[in-house]
């Protein structure tokens, strides 16, 4: 074999062996989550957790050109584990990217109505096609497995958000449309 072919062979080894790492690193975090005692929460804002999220994955947002704009001046805490919280909003924002288009916007917002905080994240992607929405927040369920495998996609992220939010008592709603995005409410 040539040293280019080697090459492009041991590439290929690194980004399986990096998905395999994300996979085993989703299925650890859903396995908590689904085990976890109610009473395990501690107080958290919001606002800090959605930054760090950003600051994570501002490259990936960069290399797709993905703006990503918020609004969190409505921020207020929250009782919830903080890595629970981290797992919703990294997921939902991954996503947002991920499954965007080229040039595409993704906008976060925090909101409180009465007693509950409200996540929203929306973007302005591909959307999902009305037959795969009962079916998003299964396990290993991906819309189109040839782009989700592309981007890295394991069909876990959206199980994960909806077993953190429903330990937490949250309200998941989603609202998408293909070809105009998606948008994804978190009420705590």
Known sequence: M?????????????????RLNRMSQKLLSLSRIETQADSDCEIVYLAPTVEK??????????????????DLQDDS??????????QIIFNLVENGIKYNVPGGKLYIRLMRENDNAILRVRDTGMGIPADSLPHIFERFYRVDKARSRKSGGSGLGLSIVKHAAKIQNAKLTLESQENFGTRIAVEF
């Open 2 to 18: 040539d040293i280019d072919t080697v090459r492009e062979f041991v590439g290929d080894i690194g980004n399986e062996a990096d």
């Open 77 to 86: 805490s929250i009782l919830i584990l903080e890595d629970d919280l981290y």
């Open 53 to 70: 999220v950003i600051r994570m994955l501002s490259v990936i947002a960069r290399d797709n050109n993905i703006t990503i704009e918020t």
